[in-house]
DNA sequence: GAGTGGTCTAGACCACTAT
DNA sequence: TAGTGGTCTAGACCACTCC
């Protein structure tokens, strides 16, 4: 008993599961009888869940059960350039087309609202991001993006009030926020920056996304910048990790790491 | 009793920890004592212990004790283009450079090779991801990447072997790996692919890179591309994700994520 | 109403660290 | 040797789903 007894039955079931012995979709023995099986406690077999869950290898439902496999596959997020031949949600850095892109994928996308979108202070950090002062206005949005019934992740969004404070009267559809901006305003995004972490997710976060305390999540803060060198966006996104891959393909100019200091 | 107590002990003790009423580096009460504070059992105490350390708010030692303030910063990894004035760990894309940077972080940088660098048979992905057949030999590299005695990360990195074999032989010291790719075969590296998930570490990675179980990685894979439209290198990067912060700069040329099916 | 996962309890033994 | 976190046990009650 080398790693203990949940990392043991966690083994022989990844096994299972990956030799398709246990085949995908299949619901799993309930907790007690898997704890019967291995003669060892509930409490050891949870833990054992918990360790497959966290892989992604499966899925629990309260009350209902734990089935083999992620609740569906992982979406495509990717950045910059084309990637042929793969199913794309190019959705990231598209405000605005979470909703085609999942209605391309044959999902049932549904966005929700957390809060009405509105005009609020910028704090420290939207101000430093959007390069104005700390208490201008700017425009929030707050939402979480559901896909079957499933939710994906949350957005916490803000922009500049002077640009995009007219939104709040007007409704522009399912029109691509950016594309509005460069039919009204003549600005054109150029490019995005993001810092990406990964983390278990906070107790507010985890019970909107609706996912156990073991779940990791990924934290994007997001900005994008303008052919008028002035961010338009500062966005702060929660994405359920088990959902996602993000993708990237970045141009490589220089081997030597050295940089004035 | 909303969320738990779990959940409410982990919230009191994040509120004491976020108004530095206790001091990061501080050593928490014992999960004995904290257990008797809140009137509840152990085992609830260490259910709020996990939350709190997947959030990396604090760190737990075997037999010393739980510790306010993450093990150390989130190291920036940056992809693309140049990113100004952070410290800046541009070390991903850069092969060899580790020890480099982090000694430039003050750091002491330590590289462990889990196998002897050697030539192997390409298994179906490597073969794919390299463009050549599967059985073909690559080089293969294994290694554990360690600063101030704490893991990082684990690369398990093939490159073709017509162009690396003689590494086998040659020592190349701590140039980086595609400056020498360049100098011997006149062959530059132009730009890199990643796909980036994050999820909690297998038992195996658990051990090599002393994580808990409920600590989250991020999983990268990487192929590496040059001017003589050939990938030169693939890598399996599995990173401890508390120490990770990855930093991605790219170019929006369209807002329309429509493409040809 | 039977069965499920989520949570909690009050113990226990272990390997390890610090003194 | 006393104290620590890591692991495990054998129960318990709850809210919920499915039949």
Redesign the interface.
């Known amino acids: 008993m080398e ?1 203990g007894k949940a ?1 043991d039955i ?2 022989s079931l990844r096994q299972k599961i990956m030799s398709e012995e246990i085949q995908s979709g299949t619901r799993l023995n309930s907790e007690r009888d898997i704890a019967e099986e291995y003669h060892t406690s509930r409490m050891t077999v949870r ?1 054992a869940l ?2 497959l869950e ?3 290898l499966i899925t629990r439902h309260p009350s209902r059960g734990s089935f083999v496999g992620g609740t569906r596959e ?1 979406i495509l997020v990717d ?2 350039r ?1 990637i042929s031949n793969a199913v ?4 990231l ?2 405000s605005g ?1 979470f909703i ?2 999942m209605e391309r994928l044959g999902r049932k996308p549904q966005v929700q609202f957390l809060e009405q979108p509105s005009l609020v202070a910028a704090d420290t950090q939207i101000a430093e991001q959007l390069k104005i002062k700390e208490g201008d206005l700017v425009f929030k949005r707050y939402r979480l993006q559901i896909a079957d019934n499933l939710p994906y992740r949350l957005i916490e969004s803000y922009y500049p009030s002077d640009l995009f404070g007219e939104l709040l009267t007007i409704n522009i559809g399912d029109k ?1 926020l ?2 509005w901006l ?1 039919e009204r305003h003549k600005i054109k ?12 997710a ?2 507010s976060e985890r ?1 909107l996304l609706k996912i156990s ?2 779940a ?3 934290a994007v803060d997001r900005t ?1 910048q303008t052919n008028v060198n002035r961010p338009v966006e500062f966005a702060h996104i929660i994405a359920v ?2 959902l ?9 100019t220089e ?3 050295e ?1 004035k200091a």
Request: net charge negative; proline share 6%; glycine share 6%.
């Open positions: 790693l990392e966690a083994q833990r918990e360790i966290g892989e992604g992982r950045k910059g084309e794309t949600a190019s959705e850095r598209l087309s085609k892109d691509p950016f594309q460069q995004v150029t490019h995005a920056k993001e810092n990406l972490i990964a983390r278990l906070t107790p019970q305390p073991s990791p999540i990924v994008v990790a088990a996602y891959i993000f993708t990237y393909d970045y141009d490589i081997w030597n790491g940089k």
